[in-house]
């Protein structure tokens, strides 16, 4: 501290004078350190030295002038930052001593955190950033004279050569000081050397010291000091001499160089000094990202705050707004210096506050550049960063911003009385600090405290803050926030006791509160964590090259990271975690930005926004948060988090990439969020605007009178409209801004000059005067607190006034929320039913119009053509289309998941706020859907309950998505959460630095590669770890402790098991953390990437970057034409794998010919036999049998679209891909045109660069009338023009939680249970519909059963009407009978029941007739037609496909006739398909039609009936008769029976005994049946399963199958058949039908399965062999098997066995017979060479040349492992 100044202290009336550590010089007759007046206080004795106190802080005792005793004692404290130094200040008297002086200054603060040894000073916690480099200069010498000596003094590192370079130690060194002589050139003292340069800054004053110089004849060495002034308008500047003691010389200098680039951050307000404001929060570290603003295209200014911009490239260091070019050919030399650190300047005028950065670059001849900051309070979540007000200026060198901001608003004085209190719109909480607090004082007084509650052990009951035993106080204390954000609690005493207070004091270091007393007064300061502020961060930041950022919709929501172990992570963007949500309640330390979950449940800190994001080269931005808890290992620094955004256009979960051993996270997110946006700026009519595709309608504020009054002027303000002014002024008669004062009035803008816009910075109206004297200015920022609109004065330049009006209606309505949310062990991720370029779509029909419903899931409406008109912000909208009348239903409050509840097993999205109730004014509308789980992928579709209820409108969404997230499960080679790691079937090598890493999935052992095998690592999963130096193997992981857990986008797999970890502490095992992750622009052949090793316990962590994760993109499949509205969902079936083939049209040209083509409706096929990952329509291109070629030719987009003339359906697929052109990118449409039933679309043209397919469709014909049910409970489907029968329901009683329902039937009198007669739904005595008044319609196609005129609603229910049921059933192929499922959604007298059942589901080419399926695919052979010859005609005929070219019948025909001169015609189309059941006569009636359009006399019908008659045969047609233009047949077959019909026997020892009884069995030969091309054959094991054949490999061989299909050309072999079997017998047949695992047909969705039919022929040897006589589109092998052993009755064999009931299905019930124990095995071998022709499907064959030696096709290929298919088309094998 300067010891040559005396102090200057006030003590009541009394002055005194001071000095340290010696006495003062500058009072007279004083002689002592301590003088009051001129009377001595205090003297300075031997035993005067500084001392250390516990807390830290440095103490002075002074003795009395009699040398006893303490007569002053000066306490040396340092402050939070230099600006909060103080000079000395009495205080109480305690330690003994009169008087005690408590000093806060920078020289009690750690030496290291104050001095430099060079020339810049830079040190964030206490705001120093200095740099005195400059003063350099190339090696410039300063001079300075004095009365006798001249002085010489250089800086930074240059030194003054021709001066005395004596060191200590004989050396020479650098001088950086020197005395000379004038009139003696000898003469020259060094006083100082460069190796002793010291730099310091304290209480505002920069000091440098230069030591070692010569020594003096005191015997002291000589030294210099330097005092810096701050000087912005000295440059350089020059050192000046000031005088000299005990050899030391003092010089002052005055130069820019010394002014601090930080300044003082509080500015009180000169006309109400109650109001203090503090702008630190927005100070930006010196190495971190500055405030940025796009100033046009091509520039942007960087700002900072109290401080200069830091280190930006090319930037004047002392700037604190630097305006630099943007982009790739920015001129570095085009930077201008709009205003200097330094001389920031703050001011105020009305709710302004104002800084003003001054000497900036030259301008003109006349000034500099310089700048001006407006500020204005806004709310955390509205604030703005700065922004460029637009407004001309006649000033080319003032440059002028507006910033709304936290920072802007007077701190808080009060608190909430909760031990809360909001200060800038963030609440400080200190109810955690539940402990009591102790406190000591150097002369051991105790202090007890406890702010927040009572004190555990006080001294008294309820006491809060007790000194020993003493009493101090009971009360709440009172929280107050002081500058830079301390927060203190004031205690009021108890009578007669002094006031207490305790400090809290921001400390991101403090775990735990540190707390710290003053020997003097009771203050205590507490450090912790909680007093810590939260750093203002720029949401909107600008990178390098102008490209803007927006993250404004990120803020406000937990995003959480999961990591396989357990972990979670939860994080904030551009704010901190919202700690009342119960994932982070409890997270630890304050303001927090980042928070990690442990697996046992504990809550650690992860770290603190400390500055803006950096935006990368790469287009990635970073988020880094700082000061977590301290790390237990590594260097034990505080935690640190790395947030890394990156660019996709496909929401993904965040992902947990590393944590390494210093504690530092990485999450990487992949999100559109972070893509660059497009300039907002707009302007506006009508007044109302549209910005970023909302419309902003300040109507209302039209009639609102807004007035202000600042300094005795009154404006008046009117938006949109004449200002209301009192009196009328005629000044103001068209003014809609005028200034009242007194009785003069003045126009500041006239209404006709009105004109609306929007910028960056807002939505702004500016009015102006004639000939533009007068503007008015109003800047509209959100008021979301509540529905006030307030008029604010902000400032008035004599040209421009300028006002703000805060108002709910410029509010954003939140875009969308986190759709995450957990319940107990439960979490649940709706993320992917976000629709971002549509919306979902509802129908309720109702008299005289529809209602049209819009609604999104966790964001709000999309701007689309139908739902323009909904009001901006809903999430929710209805539409009359009666009325034309758009109205909100509800809108998202907030982005944070809290309007996400469970109910019981169902979640329910709440959305609040909507239009007012029509009737209940009151209240507004909102909007309840309810989502149910269910699995399996299925097309979303939300549907409408019934109208409006109570204010409320319901929904019901069902879908896998309402499923709660899987846990973490065991990795197998397979199906793992939906995804197939049988598709990663290879090896992969990962390189880091200094390690190969083998990644297996999937590969038996026999195909590892060498360097694996070396790691003895056999698992189907492993990892093997390889060093690059060493060539040393080591095992990390292996596959038996695999574990894997889905995520929302991501796979994270677990590997663990592997060699010990050299360097852990106690037996810890290798393991290996993989993370697969949804990436768009992955390509298929994408590798893993090592990330990073954790060498605390030997985790590996590698990321791999896949597309075939990415969500399946859906949008909407609904689209309104003509009023009416569609939905083409049920095109997308789940029994086809959810897409469907397209044929190619014999118009498109050659090349497209030998391809085909996957189409997949509104979304993304999910299925793995789908290979184009995320598209939609896929092209297969087959090179070969080994090479496939998949190519995506779009991407689900938007929702489909009505255009042309005449109108029609299309959906449009995009792709990224550009064409042969370079120019455009390949697309997809699909143009859906009205036809009858479901037919195959068919690509109709392509240029190589659009794909269009045409698809005709029965679902896009209007409507001609409503359906209506027909007697009995039956009625036709329009969709699908098939007959649904619900009978199969009626008479039987089902319960649904309370409810008892029939359908189609009344309750009985027993059932009843209170309720009327007639009721077909009851709960509790009250009926909720009638069974005399039900009606069943097709609803999307759904089946909905609804009755009405249940009993009457109850008053009190605040309702009208009767009260009614909707039952809709779903089909589920799987779900058999189902039951009713309540959805308790529903509002007050409407109930709601969802049913999926099987009993419903009408597929093509089948009939269900009441649970019996009839499936006539097992009659449709795989390759040929059947034909029919009788009356001169041939018949060709196939009952579910349409014939191929070849038999010259057109298209969709499926039966033909070719009459006797030759003439081939169609008498049958495929899509006029309609079975019936006729119970009278048992049989089943088949119907086709075909109609010509042109010839109505060609039109014809056929009918086919299929006949039962008890035969197990597949059968053929027979033609019956042909009356008119109808032709009639006859099929006999055990497709048309029943279940009752048909004999299943448990076959047992007698009948196997009999047909296998031949001790020498035939069955080991093999036979090959031989023909022309492609051979098969067939292994049929009847006892036990296959095993031991050399040519067969796991597939056969796998312990179940039976019946084997194999190929030896290319090694083929699939199971046709597993040891589970049925069989069914009559007098002369025996039926074996074997089911098996494999899956066959295009997509892979059917089962195959095996028939032998078993026939006596007396004829026969007892060795024949079985044939294989068919293959049938559902998938089943014929074999026939003649013996004589058959020919005895089969009754007798089978024991007399009573018959039971057969499925004819194709996956019926099994009955699985174990013959192994009681047969011996029987092999047979069935080779059938089968004609084939070359067909653009998925799977081709090549012709293999036939040899009369058999012995080569039984011989196994060696070296080659069996290829399994999965596809197939009808031409080919269905496998």
Not at 439 to 456: I, M, R, V
Not at 1396 to 1419: A, W
Not at 1430 to 1443: H, I, N, R, V, W
Request: glycine fraction near 6%; hydrophobic fraction near 30%; aromatic fraction near 8%.
């Amino acid at each position: 501290m300067t010891n040559t100044t005396s102090y200057k202290v006030q003590k009541d009336s009394a002055n005194y004078t001071l000095n340290i550590c010696r006495n003062v010089t500058d009072v007279s007759g004083c002689d002592a350190a301590v003088c009051e007046g001129d009377k001595a206080v205090a003297i300075v004795t031997e035993e005067t030295v500084l001392e250390s106190a516990a807390n830290g802080d440095v103490f002075v005792k002074y003795a009395k002038p009699d040398g006893k005793d303490c007569g002053t004692k000066i306490t040396f404290k340092c402050p939070d930052s230099p600006y909060h130094a103080t000079g000395p200040v009495f205080v109480s008297p305690s330690d003994g001593c009169d008087h005690v002086i408590d000093w806060y200054t920078m020289d009690a603060c750690p030496s290291e955190d104050l001095f430099s040894s060079n020339c810049t000073l830079q040190n964030s916690k206490y705001l120093i950033d200095i740099d005195l480099t400059p003063l350099n200069n190339n090696g410039k010498v300063y001079l300075a004279s004095g009365a006798e000596f001249d002085y010489s003094i250089a800086m930074c590192g240059a030194s003054v050569q021709d001066c005395s370079l004596t060191n200590d130690d004989g050396t020479r060194g650098h001088t950086v000081a020197c005395q000379k002589k004038s009139l003696e050139s000898a003469f020259h003292k060094n006083l100082g050397m460069s190796k002793f340069t010291k730099l310091r800054f304290v209480d505002d004053a920069l000091v440098m010291t230069m030591s070692k110089g010569d020594v003096c004849s005191s015997g002291f060495q000589r030294r210099t000091i330097i005092h810096f002034h701050c000087n912005v308008t000295e440059g350089e500047g020059n050192p000046e001499y000031v005088g000299e003691t005990d050899c030391t010389y003092m010089f002052v200098w005055h130069t820019r160089y010394a002014c601090n680039r930080i300044q003082k951050c509080s500015f009180t307000n000169t006309t109400d000094p109650s109001k203090v404001y503090d702008f630190s929060s927005l100070t930006v570290a010196q190495d971190a990202t500055s405030w940025t603003v796009k100033l046009g295209e091509k520039k942007m200014a960087y700002i900072n705050i109290c401080a200069a911009v830091g280190h930006v490239a090319d930037c004047d260091p002392s700037a604190a707004v630097c305006v630099k070019e943007t982009g790739q050919s920015a001129n570095p030399s085009a930077v201008e210096n709009h205003g200097q650190a330094s001389t920031m300047k703050f001011s105020s005028e009305g709710n302004t506050i104002s800084i003003t950065y001054d000497h900036g670059s030259v301008c003109n001849t006349k000034e500099n550049h310089h700048s001006v900051i407006y500020f204005a309070c806004a709310s955390a979540d509205q604030s703005v960063g700065p922004q460029l007000r637009t407004e001309s200026s006649s000033n080319a060198c003032r440059h002028t911003y507006t910033w709304f901001t936290p920072a802007a608003c007077a701190q808080s004085t009060e608190g909430h009385g909760d031990c809360t209190i909001t200060d800038a719109g963030y609440t400080y909480d200190f109810n955690s600090l539940t402990a009591d607090l102790t406190a000591k004082t150097s002369d051991n007084t105790q202090y007890k405290f406890n702010p927040c509650s009572t004190l555990q052990d006080g001294c008294e009951t309820k006491s809060r803050f007790c000194e020993g035993n003493t009493l101090i106080s009971k009360e709440i204390p009172e929280l107050a926030v002081e500058n830079d954000h301390v927060v203190t609690a004031k205690f009021n005493p108890e009578s007669g006791n002094p006031s207490a207070t305790v400090r809290y004091i921001c400390d991101h270091t403090a775990e735990e509160p540190k707390v710290i007393t003053s020997d003097n007064s009771i203050t205590v300061e507490v450090n912790t964590t909680l007093a810590c502020a939260p750093k203002t961060v720029d949401c909107k930041p600008i990178d390098s090259l102008g490209n803007a950022y927006d993250f404004s919709g990120l803020k406000g929501t937990n995003w959480k990271a999961s990591s396989v172990d357990g972990m979670s992570y939860y994080f904030s963007i551009c704010s901190t975690l919202d700690k009342d949500l119960s994932d982070v309640k409890g997270c630890p330390g304050g303001a927090i930005s980042a928070c990690q979950r442990t697996s046992d449940g504990t809550l650690v800190n992860l770290g603190y926004a400390a500055s803006n994001p950096v935006i990368q080269s790469t287009g990635t931005v970073l988020f880094h948060y700082i000061n977590g808890k301290k790390c237990a290992h590594g260097n034990q620094t505080p935690r640190q988090t790395m947030i890394t955004l990156s660019c996709a256009q496909v929401e993904s979960q965040p992902q947990m990439i590393s944590e390494d051993l210093n504690c530092n996270y990485n999450i990487l997110w992949h999100t559109p969020k972070a893509c660059p946006v497009q300039s907002s700026s707009a302007t506006g009519e009508d007044c109302s605007i549209v910005k970023n595709e909302i419309k902003y309608d300040l109507t209302p504020l039209k009639s609102k009178p807004l007035q202000t009054v600042f300094k005795g002027t009154t404006y008046n303000v009117g938006i949109c409209s004449v200002a209301k002014v009192q009196g009328n002024p005629p000044n103001c008669a068209n003014s809609a801004v005028c200034a009242s004062s007194g009785s003069t009035s003045n126009s500041f803008g006239e209404l006709k000059k009105e004109s609306l816009y929007s910028e960056e910075g807002g939505i702004k109206l500016k009015y102006e005067t004639d000939g533009n004297s007068k503007t008015s200015i109003i800047t509209f920022t959100c008021n979301a607190e509540n529905d006030q609109t307030e008029l604010r004065f902000l400032s008035n330049d004599g040209v421009i006034v300028r006002f703000q009006v805060s108002t709910p209606y410029v509010c954003p309505p939140v875009e969308s929320a986190n759709c995450r949310r957990t319940f107990g062990d439960d979490t649940f991720d709706l993320s992917s039913l976000t629709l971002h370029g549509a919306n979902y779509i509802s129908r309720l029909r109702s008299t005289p119009g529809d209602i049209y419903y819009y609604t999104n899931i966790c964001h709000r409406l999309i701007a689309t053509t139908e739902a323009a008109g909904c009001p901006a912000g809903s999430a929710a909208c209805m539409y009359n289309s009666s009325s034309k009348q758009y109205t909100s239903l509800g809108k998202l409050t907030s982005n944070k998941p809290d309007f996400i509840h469970k109910m019981g097993s169902f979640l329910y999205l709440q959305y609040d706020n909507g239009d007012k109730c029509p009737t209940n004014n009151s209240a507004l509308l909102q909007t309840l859907i309810l989502l149910r789980c269910v699995e399996g992928p299925r097309t979303s579709r939300i549907e409408v309950g019934t109208a409006i209820k109570d204010c409320r409108q319901d929904f019901i969404l069902e879908s896998p998505a309402a499923c709660p997230v899987k846990s973490p499960v065991n990795a197998k080679c397979g199906e793992i959460a939906g995804f197939d790691t049988n598709a990663l079937k290879k090896q992969y090598r990962i390189s880091s630095e200094e390690h190969d890493y083998i990644l297996n999935f999937c590969q038996n052992s026999g195909s590892l590669d060498s360097d694996v095998k070396k790691c003895n690592n056999q698992a189907m999963f492993g990892v093997c770890q390889i060093s690059k130096s060493s060539g040393h193997e080591e095992v990390i992981a292996g596959g038996p402790q695999l574990t894997a857990m889905k995520e929302t986008s991501q796979l994270i797999f677990n590997f663990t098991g592997g060699a010990t970890c050299a360097h852990a502490t106690g037996n810890v095992e290798r393991n290996v953390v993989l993370t697969m992750f949804c990436n768009e622009y992955a390509q298929s052949d994408s590798q893993p990437q090592f990330v990073s090793e954790d060498p605390r316990d030997c985790t590996y962590y590698i990321s791999w970057p896949r597309r075939d994760l990415c969500p399946h993109r859906s949008m909407p499949c609904r689209v309104t034409m003509n009023g009416e509205l569609f939905d083409l969902s049920s095109l997308n079936r789940a029994d086809k794998d959810y897409f469907t083939y397209a044929t190619v049209s014999s118009s498109v040209d050659e090349k497209y010919q030998g391809k085909y083509y996957q189409l997949s409706v509104c979304s993304a096929a999910p299925s793995k036999n789908f290979k184009c990952a995320g598209a939609a329509v896929c092209e297969v291109t087959e090179k070969d049998s080994e090479h496939v070629i998949h190519k995506s030719l779009g991407y689900p987009d938007d929702s489909p679209i009505v255009t042309g003339d005449p109108q029609h359906i299309e959906i449009i697929y995009p792709t990224q891909t550009y064409c042969d052109d370079k120019k455009s990118k390949i697309r997809s449409v699909i143009k859906f045109t009205c036809g009858s039933g479901m037919n195959d679309p068919e690509l109709v043209s392509s240029d190589g660069c659009t794909y269009e397919f045409k698809w005709e469709t029965s679902l896009v014909c209007p409507s001609t009338s409503k359906p209506t049910p027909t007697s009995g409970c039956v009625f036709t489907k329009p969709s699908i023009n098939k007959i649904v029968d619900l009978s199969i329901f009626t008479n039987k009683l089902y319960k649904a939680g309370d409810y008892s329902l029939k359908v189609c039937s009344s309750l009985s009198e027993s059932e009843l249970s209170g309720c009327p007669a007639g009721t077909a739904v009851c709960k509790g005595a009250v009926s909720f519909g009638s069974a005399a008044e039900y009606k069943i319609y097709e609803e999307f196609g759904n089946i909905r059963l609804e009755y009405d005129n249940g009993e009457s609603c109850r008053e009190d229910d605040n309702s009208s009407g009767n009260r009614k049921s909707i039952i809709e059933f779903r089909c589920n192929k799987t779900a058999g009978e189902g039951q009713p499922i309540y959805l308790p959604t529903s509002p007050r007298c409407v109930d709601r029941f969802s049913w999926e059942t099987s009993y419903i589901c009408v597929e093509d080419c089948e009939l269900n007739y009441k649970g019996n399926v009839f499936n006539f695919q097992h009659l449709s052979s795989v390759y040929k037609p059947v034909t029919v010859t009788a009356d001169g005609y041939e018949f060709t005929m196939d009952l579910c496909k349409s014939l191929k070219a070849e038999h010259k019948c057109g298209n969709y025909t499926n039966i033909c006739a070719k009459s006797s001169d030759g003439t081939i015609y169609p008498i049958a189309l495929t899509n006029t398909f309609e079975p019936q059941y006729q119970p009278e006569n048992k049989t089943v009636l088949l119907k086709y039609s075909y109609s010509d359009e042109k010839s109505p006399a060609n039109n014809k019908q056929v009918n086919i009936r299929l006949v039962c008659n008890g035969t197990l045969d597949t059968g053929s047609p027979t033609f019956v008769s042909k009356t008119g233009s109808t032709y009639n047949f006859k099929w006999v077959t055990y497709v048309a029976c029943l279940d009752e019909d048909l004999h299943e026997v448990p076959l047992g020892f007698n009948l196997f005994k009999t047909l296998l009884q031949s001790t020498n069995p035939p069955f080991s030969r093999s036979v090959v049946i031989t023909g022309d091309q492609t051979e098969y054959k067939y292994y049929i094991s009847l006892g036990a399963p296959l095993h031991d054949i050399p040519e067969l490999s796991q597939e056969c061989l796998d312990g179940n199958t039976t019946v084997c299909q194999y190929k030896h050309e290319n090694t083929f072999e699939r199971s046709i058949g597993a040891q589970a079997a049925k069989y069914y017998a009559n007098e002369k047949q025996l039926q074996m039908i074997i089911s098996s695992k494999s899956k066959c047909g295009r997509v892979g969705s059917d089962t195959v399965t095996s028939l032998i039919n078993f026939k006596c022929d007396s004829s026969a040897s007892e060795d024949s062999l079985p044939v294989n006589t068919n293959e049938m589109a559902s998938c089943r092998y014929l074999f026939e098997w003649n013996l004589p052993q058959l020919c005895e009755p089969l009754s007798s064999a089978a024991g007399g066995t009573q018959s039971k009931r057969l499925s004819p299905g194709v996956t019926a019930v099994i009955v699985i017979i174990v013959l192994a124990s009681v047969i011996s095995l029987a092999t047979v071998i069935v080779c059938r060479l089968k004609r084939r022709r070359r067909y653009n499907g998925p799977v081709g064959y090549d012709p293999l040349s036939t040899d009369d030696d058999t012995t080569g096709l039984i011989t196994a290929v060696k070296g080659r492992a069996p290829r399994l298919y999965h596809d197939d088309d009808d031409d080919d094998l269905l496998i």
